[in-house]
């Protein structure tokens, strides 16, 4: 099913479900962008309800942001996918102020919990001239992923299901299944970890 919405803010939807868009949104999606829903998509749940926090959406031409399931982007957060890039998410939540920027394809999996203020990138967004470098590398986070605040997931990393990123940690290689990482960059800290939602 694909419909119209908000006029000039979207332009192509498809959903089965439904998508909730609260107070102090700005969308601006692309003509040519789509966002296909498959159950609930909310945008800008706020913690407080008096708060005016903008929560920023921006893809841009041929650019994609697929929902898989059920998923929550609290107030304040940054999602930028850029032309012909790919942001896919399939169950969780977003805290306030997370920044997501998408320069080619971004995938997170089922049941993530994703504190405030944490950035995940997939592209450096300039470019380095020197041989053999790479501008933009997919990003994979897997299922029941746990990143704490102000962590920073970059280009080209993977998290193996069941993992903790701890608070502050800026990931820049692969982090294996039930794993706690965390410094500057991320170390793997203690192995064969399991949490769960409180």
């Known amino acids: 099913m694909q419909i119209n919405i908000f006029k000039t803010l979207i332009y192509s939807l498809k959903f089965n479900g439904r998508i909730l868009v609260f107070k102090n949104c700005a969308l601006d999606i692309h003509r040519n962008a789509k966002i296909l829903v498959s159950r609930c998509l909310s945008i800008g749940a706020k913690e407080n309800c008096k708060s005016k926090q903008e929560t920023r959406i921006k893809i841009q031409k041929n650019g994609q942001l697929k929902i898989n ?26 805290n306030g102020f997370v920044q997501i920027i ?23 967004a300039h470019e380095i001239i020197a041989e053999g470098y790479q501008k933009t590398k997919p990003v994979n986070i897997g299922n029941h992923v746990w990143i704490g605040q102000r962590a920073m997931i970059m280009k080209g990393v993977s998290i193996g299901n069941g993992s903790i990123i701890a608070a502050g940690a800026i990931v820049t290689k692969d982090i294996p299944e039930n794993s706690l990482a965390a410094g500057i960059p991320a170390k793997v800290i203690k192995k064969n970890i399991t949490w769960r939602l409180l």
Do not use: H, P, W
Not at 71 to 93: C, H, K, P, Q
Not at 102 to 116: P, S, T, Y
């Open 69 to 94: 399931d059920n998923f929550s982007i609290g107030s304040g957060s940054d999602i930028r996918v850029f032309e012909n890039a790919t942001l896919s998410m399939e169950s969780g939540y977003f």
């Open 102 to 124: 998408c320069g080619q394809e971004i995938n997170i999996g089922k049941d993530v919990a994703i504190a405030r203020d944490v950035v995940i990138r997939d592209t450096d």
